[in-house]
């Protein structure tokens, strides 16, 4: 991409007018090389031609043979004739398209491989790749819909399907992409707010990238897909989204807990009845938490009296025959 200063502001505070340049022509030196060559051999044949006899030393008695200019001529036309013959031979790789030009006008896309030109009329104008391409781009400094100021740094996946379009359509399509890439981001940008922004990315990448791609088709290139890499924000404000983002998990966590809470209070009620309707269930419940209690080697349980009284009287703990064995002892004594 071609850099230019800003020059100083006119008059009243405008800026100057800027005159872009205009395209350039490219002109092929083949013609111009094979025409220097040819004059090069034609002198040195006249050169060689004024010889006494108009032959080379040592080529014969006068009479004999071919006139000196006239073989050196001939040499000269076929030694023409290889060089427009080799330069007319291209080659380009695979993923490689070469655009040719005939007397200025477009004539085809050659390649891959071996192709032919005509001599002095053709000329390959430019090479295109046909693979995918990365383009890094940033909007700068741009307007959220909520008016927050941000800076985006994203990548363009793209390609040149019709390389005719590509170099007929805009003169430079690479930098054509990252404009149109900047452009649609700003627009993006600016319809969405940050919390939108941040939230739902691949919506905007997806919004990026149909944008682009409308305009590039007209140009032979499809952007395949658009990824966000970065986003910046004032450091003010990230010091207001973490606060916010951390009242918001603490709020989903208080929700998470309530309504754990109130499915455990539905098993809880579930479970009352089922024990209600089954006794013999209940008190092997509370056999097992008094088990699970002793299990854990705790020297002291604190149990109501409720469930005490109602083991006792069926002499599940044995202090029934506890206290007939004492009484017979001090019986006995």
């Known amino acids: 991409m071609n850099k230019r200063r800003k020059g100083p502001a006119g008059r009243g505070g405008k800026p ?15 013609a111009l090389k094979v025409l220097f060559l040819l004059l090069a051999v034609s002198g040195l044949a006249a050169g060689i031609a ?47 398209r070469a655009v040719v030009l005939r007397l200025g006008r477009f004539r085809r896309i050659a390649g891959p491989g071996l192709f032919f030109l005509v001599p002095v ?3 390959v104008s430019q090479v295109i790749d046909i693979r995918i391409r990365v383009t890094d781009f940033t ?30 359509e805009v003169e430079d399509y690479e930098d054509a992409v990252v404009l149109a890439s900047k452009a649609a981001m700003r627009k993006a940008v600016s319809r969405n707010d940050l919390s939108t922004f941040l939230a ?12 682009v791609d409308r305009q590039t088709t007209e140009w032979g290139i499809t952007v395949q897909y658009i990824e966000i890499t970065d986003v910046q924000i004032p450091a003010a404000l990230q010091d207001t989204l973490s606060r916010l983002a951390q009242a918001e998990r603490e709020k989903k966590s208080r929700i998470l807990l309530a309504e754990a809470e109130i499915e455990i209070a539905r098993k809880l009620e579930e479970t009352a009845r089922i024990y209600a309707k089954n006794e013999p269930a209940m008190k092997l419940k509370i056999l097992s938490i008094l088990n699970e209690g002793l299990k854990a080697g705790n020297s002291m349980m604190l149990v109501p009296n409720s469930i005490t009284e109602n083991l006792e009287a069926d002499d599940i703990y044995g202090l029934e025959a506890l206290a007939e064995l004492r009484r017979k002892e001090r019986s006995g004594e």
Do not use: H
């Open 139 to 168: 909007a700068q400094e741009t307007l959220t819909g909520d008016s927050v100021t941000v800076n985006v740094d994203a990548f363009a996946f793209w390609l040149v399907w019709d390389p005719q379009k590509a170099a007929l």
């Open 50 to 96: 004024g010889f006494p006899g108009g032959r080379l030393p040592g080529m014969g008695r006068p009479g004999s043979g071919l006139p000196a200019s006239g073989l050196l001529l001939a040499a000269s036309a076929l030694l023409a004739l290889a060089v427009l013959a080799v330069s007319s031979v291209k080659k380009t790789e695979e993923w490689q």
């Open 121 to 123: 009329l053709d000329r």
């Open 16 to 30: 100057p007018v800027k005159v872009l340049p205009g395209p350039r022509l490219k002109t092929d030196c083949t």
């Open 200 to 211: 739902r990315g691949d919506l905007i990448e997806k919004q990026i990238q149909e944008e």
